[in-house]
T-cell receptor, first 114, second 112 residues
Framework: SAVISQKPSRDICQRGTSLTIQCQVDSQVTMMFWYRQQPGQSLTLIATANQGSEATYESGFVIDKFPISRPNLTFSTLTVSNMSPEDSSIYLC???????????FGPGTRLTVL | GQQLNQSPQSMFIQEGEDVSMNCTSSSIFNTWLWYKQDPGEGPVLLIALYKAGELTSNGRLTAQFGITRKDSFLNISASIPSDVGIYFCAGQVSGSQGNLIFGKGTKLSVKP
């Protein structure tokens, strides 16, 4: 299985500010993803983090709100911009293991926006 | 869009009992994955299913990929208190390059 770390593990932020979440994986993987899990809900895919190019966003998510970087194969960041209380969620990064066709998740970043 | 229907939404059982939960979809999936999420943690992969009809076990857990590729079940035998958590099914659509569609989860509570 994969070893995935995320920083910060949690944060409490003020409305209107931005937070950048970091994700580090332990192997050079081709596919990394960012998910959102709203309180008491399931996981929803935000975007695919593409190495060396712009992320691919799912319907309902836009780059201005959730800019994503992936400077190399093992690291990605997700920024939650101009936050509002509705952005309070757990944000999770994941990697897709192409050899086993399975996906592993990081521990998540619990964000609370006041 | 594609959706997974997961049931039951929650279960409250006695320690030692067996548990069964399932997911259905109107769409065909290439891969079915079952995860467990503990409070404050990310989902942990339990079982991965790749072939229609496939039956796979992981300790006390058993999962099957439906023949039609539109459904899957997860069974837990002889439940113990540490089985408490939320179980999610997730399906990967053919050609989606790793994008997963998640069920809404089954919250399992175990009474000692």
């Amino acid at each position: 299985s994969a070893v995935i770390s995320q920083k910060p593990s949690r944060d409490i932020c003020q409305r209107g500010t931005s937070l950048t979440i970091q994700c580090q994986v332990d192997s050079q993987v081709t596919m990394m993803f960012w998910y959102r899990q709203q309180p008491g809900q399931s996981l929803t895919l935000i975007a695919t983090a593409n190495q060396g190019s712009e992320a691919t966003y799912e319907s309902g998510f836009v780059i201005d709100k959730f800019p994503i970087s992936r400077p190399n194969l093992t690291f990605s960041t997700l920024t939650v911009s101009n936050m509002s209380p509705e952005d309070s969620s757990i944000y999770l990064c994941s990697e897709w293991d192409i050899t086993t066709d399975t996906q592993y998740f990081g521990p998540g970043t619990r964000l609370t926006v006041l | 869009g594609q959706q997974l229907n997961q049931s039951p939404q929650s279960m409250f059982i006695q320690e030692g009992e067996d548990v069964s939960m399932n997911c259905t979809s109107s769409s065909i999936f290439n891969t079915w994955l079952w995860y467990k999420q503990d409070p404050g943690e990310g989902p942990v992969l339990l079982i991965a299913l790749y072939k229609a009809g496939e039956l796979t076990s992981n300790g006390r857990l058993t999962a099957q990929f439906g023949i039609t590729r539109k459904d899957s079940f997860l069974n837990i035998s002889a439940s113990i208190p540490s089985d408490v958590g939320i179980y999610f099914c997730a399906g990967q659509v053919s050609g989606s390059q790793g994008n997963l569609i998640f069920g809404k989860g089954t919250k399992l509570s175990v009474k000692p």
